[in-house]
């Protein structure tokens, strides 16, 4: 099955700080780029766990002694690594994301480029698509969903159109929603607002900001001291969260400080941001939006 070159793939693993016998974890295995790479710098001692939550990303599983792939989403890690006995790791590295295979697959409804039903789930047996969120939330619901996801500030309009066209008959497809929202489409930024619509009903159908939560205040308890993370972003929402976790340990507002006006956080950054140059945005134009954190246990 054919994925496409993983994005900043030299940076993110050196980002890790291999060791020969070290355990890490490639939580959004996909194509399994990353994965092999890490194999590479692994010795015959160390040990990889996957994770993905695709059925299509199995097909991609690598033949090696040293890897496990878990179908899982990310949220469920330390649990899953409890299973096989793995209580820390020396590296945790993940690309957020929709992956290229997910985009140019039509019938997954993820891109704006294909007629498709409105589906976007990752995994193909959760039970919300983007189906129901068009046609069954409530207008205030939609609306939240893509002013917050979206950050579309004619999120209120958007939602009562929807909701208004929706009586007469239900939206099915990609082209019957673009038709309901044409009034919205601007000529030169079509496909910039098309984006950020399928952009935040794609995370609601999938909990990505729930679950990018829930595995990142994971994220300590498996590290072992000085072990590293190695995270890319796409959009300005995952990268706040990671770049506030970081810093903080927290998503919103500040950690305690003692009465010295020192605080404890669990996290240090290694480095500063980095982004794909543009060479590799040349190869590759969805790498355009990426950017690379790398931290380490305190």
């Not at 993983?6 to 959004?28: R, S």
């Amino acid at each position: 099955m054919e994925y496409h070159n993983p994005v900043l793939l030299k940076e993110t693993v050196d980002g890790l700080n291999i060791v020969e016998d070290g355990v890490y974890v490639d939580v959004t295995f996909g194509g399994g780029g990353h994965s092999k790479e890490i194999l590479k710098r692994l010795g015959p001692n160390g040990k990889l766990y996957a994770f993905d939550q695709d059925p299509d990303a199995l097909e991609n599983t690598i033949d090696d002694d040293r890897f496990t792939l878990i179908h899982e989403n990310f949220r469920h890690m330390k649990r899953f690594l409890r299973f096989y006995g793995v209580k820390e790791v020396d590296g945790v590295l993940a690309d957020f994301g929709v992956s290229s295979h997910q985009f140019d697959v039509a019938e997954r409804g993820f891109s704006t480029r294909f007629e498709a039903d409105l589906d976007m789930r990752m995994n193909q047996k959760s039970e919300i698509s983007a189906y129901h969120v068009v046609n069954d939330y409530e207008e205030e619901d939609l609306k939240q969903v893509l002013l917050q996801y979206g950050e579309l500030r004619q999120a209120p309009a958007m939602a009562k159109e929807i909701v208004a066209q929706r009586k007469e008959a239900a939206i099915v497809t990609s082209d019957q929603l673009k038709k309901v929202l044409k009034g919205f489409l601007q000529h030169k930024k079509e496909n910039k607002v098309l984006a950020q619509i399928y952009q935040a009903i794609r995370i609601e159908v999938n909990q990505e900001i729930e679950a990018l939560k829930e595995f990142l205040l994971q994220t300590p308890e498996v590290l072992k001291p000085n072990g590293r993370l190695s995270f890319i972003s796409y959009h300005s929402l995952e990268d706040r969260l990671v770049k506030r976790f970081i810093r903080s340990g927290l998503f919103e507002g500040e950690p305690e400080r003692d009465m010295f006006g020192n605080f404890e956080v669990p996290l240090k950054k290694v480095g500063g941001l980095i982004v794909p140059s543009r060479e590799e945005i040349k190869i590759n134009n969805r790498a355009r939006s990426a950017k690379l954190r790398v931290a380490k246990k305190s």
